[in-house]
Structures are given as structure tokens and as C-alpha cells.
């Protein structure tokens, strides 16, 4: 293992984020508070309790789980494909490391960053709403485990990517419309039984239903089933990944 | 020049073809082996397959068949020893553009798994006239710049074995020099150089041994002394008092040549042969009394040897 290699990538990788501090962390905090004084104080008010909460803490999970989706998503995609893009990506290629010591270091440095969003967007939110959280080991699980999964599915994006705009319509086109629609500002039991049923198909569903059992100890879908499908959301990319770095697929010629 | 016909092959490539998915036939079945402490130059036009060759080697394109092994290691089953005796330095500048140099450049040693080495780093920078600008982010520098980090970025982890991929491609006349220098003091450090060049010269001033490489195929490996030798001929040009109509019957037995007007008279020569024949040419010139006011004399170069080799194929 070299994990010297590793260490770099990940330091530079972060160093990337430091770079770019303001854009990285003020903007996600910003958003974050427009949406509780849109949703918590003017809309939520006049919203009843959700499973025995008020309506502005009910959406911090979701809130928490949008951001770090995206974030996870976007930061390693754009990590691997801008040495793509650049062609710096030969010293990646020609150093002596695994696959898996790159996805170690692009992967671990892409959620490290949307990781410390998520704990400082949930810091926002108590400033906004009462805010307690029942189960943090379980917190920290869901998020570390979420942030990794989708940072995976991220990098594999970036390798995928030809261009900016495949870049940008994954997460605009399929992880955003599911995050909004995985009950991220409501329970999916609100909704009629038919689209209950459809809602299960959506992966994210698990996740921050997962994650909101963790802060209220009430959930949409069992605890049990929502870590089995986190698992199994873990394992398909690494799957995809590794059969990416076998066979060179958008990599090698 | 010293050469190394004895030395162990730090680098053999043997039977190496590449396809690429389009059906382009990049390579044909090459073998090469390359002495440690050798450097070695790699000639060709462009397209004619030195950057796939290299681009393989180092792990950057899949071969199609054929067996690599550096030291000993094999490049796909052993990558990591193979790969961490090697330094890139690729022909396109690709850097980053926000890091510094000394960011840029320690992140590479740590990719090849070293340990940090500040006073190497700062050592290699030195030598590269980089050290000035070490807190420099890359994007600043100029195009010269950009090509020694490159080169202090192959160094960085100590390769035993380093590829220059047209290392002087729109570098001035002072920087190449410089360069060269450099690719010099390695070399005597006992680091192996296998570079890539359009600048016939360059080869001749620095290589051991040039490979020629054309269409996927390499056409010739030879010690680069005795390639001109072999190859090369020397012609002695007469510029003469009066023109001449013709070349004046009972010279047969030179390889003569008459220039458009008849000003000047060219002997072509071989100059291994025991006897040249130019004492005997001046004498029989001067009994006809064809008389000449200057001299002059004209050694094959590389680059002509290397177009009529390449041309021969075509």
C-alpha cells in the first residue's frame, strides 16, 4: 500500500478546497439559512408538526443530506476530471499506485469536505431551530457513509465526463430531483400510497430517512433497511470502479 | 562518447505492438533494449509511434502484445517496482495552475510513494534556475518555465530511468542549451535517458545510441558514431576561377558533380576508405589546368541521414 501517495493526493485535494474557501463553505452556509428562513420561519410556522416535529428542525436532516450530496457528487467529479481535462492525469497514471490508493485519496478528500459542510450546516441550523439529535453515532454513520458513496459516484462522473456539461447534468439532472424528492422537506408518509410505492425506488429515500431516525428516532422505512441499502449503495460503485481501473475505461487508450 | 554494450538492460521491450481502438496500427512488433547509463534518442517524424512507445512503458497506454520490463520488473504484473524507477517528462505542458512549484513538485515525490526530501527537492530546483521561483504559482510562469517543472517533477522521486518526450519543443536557443546541460550532468550521475526529438541535433550533441523510429516500426538502432560513420559521407567542394561546360572526359573514376553554371565542382568521398582520393583528384585537376580559388568540405548530418532513411521506407 502506498500510502504515501495516498496522503498526497489527499493534501492536494484539500489544499484545493482551502483555495477556494469562500465558494466551498460560505455558499452552502448561506443557502442553507435561506432555506430555513424561507421553510422554518415564514412557510414552516403555518406548517403543522411532522411526526411530533416542528416542521424547521423535521427538514434539517434533509437539508444536511441535500448539501452533502451534491457536495460529495461535484467535488470528487470535478477532482479527477479536471487532471483529465488539464492532462495532468499522466502523472496519476504513470505513478506506482492502485486504483484503489486513488479513489482513497479522491474519494476520502471529497467527502472529508462535504462532511465538515454537513456538521457546519447542521451548526447553522441550530442557531435557527431546537435542535436534538438521538442517536450521533448513527449521525456520523449515515453521514460518513453517505458522503463516501455518493463522492464514488461522483469520481466515477468525473472519469466519465468528456466535457463540463456531463459534469454538471448528473447532479442537476438526477441527484437533485432526488434528494428533493426523497422527503427531504417531507415525510414520504404524506404522500398518497401510490406514490409512496414509486418513492421506494428512489435510493435517497433510505438515506435521509435514515439519517432523520438518527436525530428523532422516527423514520419512513426501517432502520435496518435503510442501512442494507446504504450498503448496497456503497458497494455498487465500488464495483464500477474497479472495474473502470482493470480495464482502463476512459483512462487508458 | 562512452557506450555500454556490456551494461545490464535496465529497460527491454520485447515484441511490443499497439492497435488502437480505431484499428490504427500505432506500433509493429517492437524490441529494444536500453543500457543502464546510456542516452539513448528516439527519432522520428511525427506520428511515427514515439509517444505511444514511451506512453506504454510508463503505464499511460495498454499495449496490444508484447512484454515490457524495467530492471528486471515487468510493467503490468511488478507496476510499482517498475514504475517508481521511472520519471515522465511528457511533451505536452500539462501542469496544474494554482499550486506553487515547490507544491507541485513535492506532491509528485509523494506519489511515488518517497518520503519527504526538502533538501532534494530544493536541490533539484536549483539545478533547474526553479529555485526563485518556487513559491510561484505555475500559471505565472512562462512556457520555458513550465517545461523545467515538468522536468523537476520527473525528478523529484530520483528515477533511474528518465523519458524526455521532445524536451526542447519551443524552448529557446539558451534554455536548450541549459537543458541540455542538465540531461548532461544526469546522465554522469548515472541516470539512464531515453528521449524523443525533431531536432536532429539535439540527437547528435547528446545521444549515445538513436533509434529510428517510422510508422510503428523501428527501423534502425544504432550506436550514433557509428550510424554517421556508416552512413555518413563527406563531399569536397571546388568553387572554380572559370566554369566549366562539362566535367572533363577521364574523371570517370571520381564521384564527381557539376553545379548548374558550372562554378563549382563537387567530389564526393567516402571517408573511411583508405585513401580518399584527394591528393590524386587536386593533381589531375591541376595537369588540366581547371583552376580553383577556394574550398570548402561538407559532412553528412544526422538529419540527412535520418530523411534518406525515412524517405527510403515511404
Request: hydrophobic residues 50%; aromatic residues 10%; contains cysteine.
Amino acid at each position: 500500500m502506498n500510502l504515501t501517495a495516498v496522503a498526497a493526493i489527499y493534501k492536494f485535494e484539500m489544499a484545493r478546497t482551502f483555495r477556494t474557501l469562500m465558494q466551498s463553505i460560505i455558499s452552502p452556509v448561506i443557502s442553507t439559512s435561506l432555506y430555513f428562513v424561507v421553510f422554518g420561519a415564514a412557510i414552516g410556522s403555518r406548517i403543522q408538526e411532522v411526526d411530533g416535529i416542528s416542521y424547521g428542525a423535521f427538514i434539517v436532516p434533509g437539508l444536511i443530506m441535500l448539501t452533502l450530496l451534491q457536495q460529495s457528487l461535484t467535488n470528487a467529479a470535478f477532482g479527477i476530471y479536471f487532471p483529465k481535462f488539464t492532462g495532468t492525469i499522466y502523472e496519476l497514471l504513470s505513478a506506482p499506485i492502485s486504483p484503489i490508493e486513488i479513489v482513497l485519496g479522491y474519494v476520502g478528500a471529497a467527502a472529508t469536505k462535504s462532511i465538515a459542510l454537513g456538521l457546519i450546516i447542521l451548526a447553522t441550523a441550530a442557531l435557527f431551530v431546537d435542535l436534538h439529535i438521538e442517536h450521533p453515532v448513527w449521525m456520523m454513520l449515515f453521514l460518513v457513509l453517505t458522503a463516501v458513496t455518493f463522492a464514488m459516484f461522483g469520481f466515477i462522473i468525473g472519469i466519465w465526463a468528456d466535457g463540463f456539461e456531463k459534469l454538471q447534468i448528473v447532479p442537476l439532472l438526477i441527484v437533485t430531483p432526488l434528494a428533493f424528492l426523497g422527503g427531504s422537506f417531507y415525510s414520504i408518509k404524506m404522500l398518497p400510497e401510490f406514490w409512496q410505492d414509486v418513492s421506494l425506488v428512489n435510493p435517497v429515500v433510505y438515506l435521509i430517512s435514515g439519517f432523520r431516525w438518527a436525530f428523532y428516532g422516527t423514520s419512513d422505512v426501517s432502520i435496518a433497511l435503510s442501512l442494507g441499502m446504504t450498503l448496497v449503495f456503497l458497494a455498487a460503485p465500488l464495483a464500477a470502479v474497479t472495474y473502470i481501473f482493470k480495464t482502463g475505461w476512459r483512462l487508458k487508450s | 562518447m562512452p557506450v555500454f554494450p556490456t551494461a545490464p538492460a535496465i529497460l527491454t521491450v520485447s515484441g511490443v505492438s499497439k492497435t488502437y481502438e480505431g484499428g490504427f496500427q500505432a506500433l509493429k512488433s517492437v524490441d529494444l533494449e536500453i543500457a543502464r547509463g546510456e542516452i539513448f534518442a528516439l527519432l522520428g517524424p511525427n506520428g511515427a509511434g514515439k509517444t505511444t512507445l514511451i506512453s506504454i512503458i510508463c503505464g499511460i497506454v495498454n499495449l496490444s502484445t508484447g512484454q515490457v520490463t524495467v530492471d528486471g520488473h515487468d510493467i503490468g504484473r511488478d507496476y510499482r517496482a517498475a514504475r517508481s524507477k521511472i520519471g515522465l517528462v511528457p511533451q505536452e505542458l500539462t501542469t496544474d495552475a494554482f499550486e506553487s512549484v515547490w507544491d507541485t513538485v513535492s506532491f509528485s515525490r509523494g506519489l511515488f510513494g518517497k518520503t519527504k526530501n526538502p533538501a532534494h527537492i530544493e536541490k533539484v530546483l536549483r539545478d533547474l534556475s526553479l529555485w526563485e521561483k518556487r513559491d510561484n504559482k505555475i500559471m505565472t510562469l512562462s512556457g520555458g518555465m513550465k517545461r523545467r517543472v515538468l522536468i523537476a517533477k520527473a525528478l523529484s522521486h530520483e528515477p533511474e530511468l528518465l523519458f524526455l518526450d521532445e524536451p526542447t519543443a519551443g524552448v529557446d536557443v539558451a534554455l536548450r542549451r541549459e537543458m541540455w546541460e542538465v540531461v548532461r550532468k544526469l546522465r554522469d550521475v548515472g541516470v539512464t535517458i531515453i528521449l524523443t526529438t525533431h531536432y536532429i541535433e539535439e540527437a547528435e550533441m547528446m545521444a549515445d545510441r538513436i533509434g529510428v523510429i517510422s510508422r510503428g516500426e523501428l527501423i534502425l538502432v544504432e550506436d550514433k558514431t557509428e550510424l554517421m560513420r556508416k552512413l555518413g559521407h563527406k563531399e569536397l567542394i571546388l568553387h572554380l576561377q572559370e566554369p566549366l561546360a562539362a566535367i572533363p572526359p577521364g574523371f570517370s573514376d571520381y564521384d564527381l558533380s557539376l553545379s548548374a553554371q558550372g562554378h563549382s565542382l563537387t567530389y564526393s568521398y567516402d571517408t573511411n576508405a583508405e585513401r580518399t582520393g584527394i591528393a590524386s583528384l587536386m593533381r589531375r585537376l591541376a595537369e588540366e589546368g581547371i583552376r580553383f580559388r577556394d574550398i570548402s568540405t561538407k559532412q553528412s548530418t544526422l538529419e540527412e541521414i535520418f530523411v534518406n532513411l525515412v524517405e527510403e521506407r515511404a
